[in-house]
């Protein structure tokens, strides 16, 4: 039987992290705090009937006309500023080792609205399979001049259905698209493991946990929103934002896994069986 492969995928802003990333670092090389920040990109949004993360994304170079080089380089520099939860950086690995020993393999996948360039100068970054996440393209003076992918609360899904087909290449939707029988999908649904932080994340917390799979969202310290989303069914789990060994997350993590290596070889043995039968 082939190893059954185990996708966890994460959000990034206040689900790997305290804060929204452009926090770290870029705001310091403004005149104005986060704060003022979202409340224009909120204005924008509103006033131009905009994407939010479009809004976002025009503001950083709006901004970063005034003094800001936007660089692909300086977006990475800007990661390696992030903060991260407490055993962010140590987690993959426990998982991964956890998973082996119960005869698996896990894969890491962010899907963010956040900056694919900040993420990527983060000290995890090397961590996952893929990072799906808003970027910009870049001119031949090496410059940010225009959005070239943007990564909203509803298109998030469609990146669970590449990891889902196997199909990774953001530019290929014809593949993405076609009919693929379930026992052809590279990773089911039901090994699929998705972490958020609220809101935003509902349609494929919605979408992983309808189609088998679990999803978690964790909380800092205001419980609030947490709490509403264990309350109308989104979500199965609501845990703390601490990733260090032996905490919670960590124990819930582990059993899920546990679950999907059990129902996998349950699923193994089923077919095994099956095949047996028709050989006569």
């Not at 003094?67 to 977006?75: N, Q």
């Not at 410059?143 to 290449?169: C, E, H």
Request: hydrophobic share 40%; net charge negative; charged share 30%.
């Amino acid at each position: 039987m082939a190893k059954p492969i185990i996708a966890l995928m994460y959000d990034f802003d206040k689900t790997l992290s305290p804060r929204n990333m452009q926090e770290y670092g870029f705001m310091d090389g403004l005149d104005m705090t986060a704060e003022e920040f979202w409340t224009e990109c909120a204005a924008i949004t509103k006033q131009h009937n905009m994407d939010s993360i479009l809004a976002y994304m025009y503001l950083m170079l709006e901004k970063g006309k005034s003094g800001l080089v936007l660089r692909r380089e300086t977006f990475e520099a800007l990661g390696r500023t992030v903060k991260l939860f407490p055993g962010v950086e140590s987690w993959f690995d426990r998982i991964n080792a956890y998973c082996e020993e119960r005869g698996a393999v896990c894969e890491h996948y962010i899907i963010s609205s956040g900056l694919k360039e900040i993420i990527e100068g983060t000290k995890i970054a090397d961590k996952f399979k893929e990072i799906y996440a808003a970027e910009f393209l870049y001119g031949k003076d090496k410059l940010a001049k225009w959005p070239a992918m943007a990564v909203n609360y509803t298109s998030k899904t469609q990146f669970l259905y590449r990891v889902n087909k196997g199909i990774f290449d953001v530019t290929d939707q014809k593949s993405l698209n076609e009919y693929t029988p379930e026992d052809k999908r590279r990773v089911p649904f039901r090994n699929m493991i998705y972490f958020g932080d609220g809101d935003t994340d509902v349609p494929c917390m919605k979408l992983t946990r309808v189609n088998g799979g679990h999803s978690f969202v964790v909380y800092q310290d205001d419980r609030a929103e947490a709490l509403k989303l264990i309350d109308e069914g989104r979500v199965d789990f609501a845990v703390k934002a601490d990733y260090r060994q032996g905490k919670a997350l960590e124990k819930t993590v582990q059993a899920v896994i546990d679950e999907i290596v059990a129902h996998s070889k349950v699923q193994a043995a089923h077919k095994k069986q099956e095949n047996e039968l028709h050989r006569g």
